[in-house]
């Protein structure tokens, strides 16, 4: 009988040091998916736009455009991951003539396309009244400080993207007007 009280014992308890092992490895692997989705939350996110902004890298903005239509203003957006540096984008469909004033502070950079992401920024397909010319920061980038216009002259669809560095006292909170469309 006491050997049965022995046998009884000795396979609770190796049905507990079973159970606990089998609990640690399936919570090891709870660990590991929990791992796997934070870094695929940080290089993937729903409403990415990676953009490419030379001398710097791309830039992931972590933000959904928004489609540029009347009078708003349009706020930080967005961010880059690190640095804090704010973004926002702007997207229209561009008829010749189509304009948009702009009022903030903050570097501009066009792109025609009608997606993300944004390769190549361009100086073409539009005449920028009182934007400053940045390109030693951004390749193809103006600043807007305080007012500014872009028109386009050629009908495509565009992207306007705004970078903001805060410690140079910008923001991405821009104020446009669409007028032409």
Known sequence: ??????????????????????????????????????????????????????????????SNPVTANGTATISKIGSVPIVGHQTAALKLTAKNGTAVALSGNAFVIVYQSSTCPLSNSTRSGFTPTSLTDSNSEFTNSYTVSGTGTITFTTAADYYIFFYAIPSRGQSASVTYVVTGL
């Open 1 to 62: 009988m006491k050997s049965l009280q022995n046998k009884t014992k000795l396979i609770i308890l190796l049905g507990l040091v079973a159970g606990l092992f089998l609990q640690c490895e399936k919570k090891d692997d709870d660990k590991d998916k929990t791992l796997l989705l934070g870094l695929a939350a940080l290089t993937n996110s729903p409403g990415d736009c990676t953009v490419s902004a030379p001398p710097r890298a791309s830039i992931n903005t972590w």
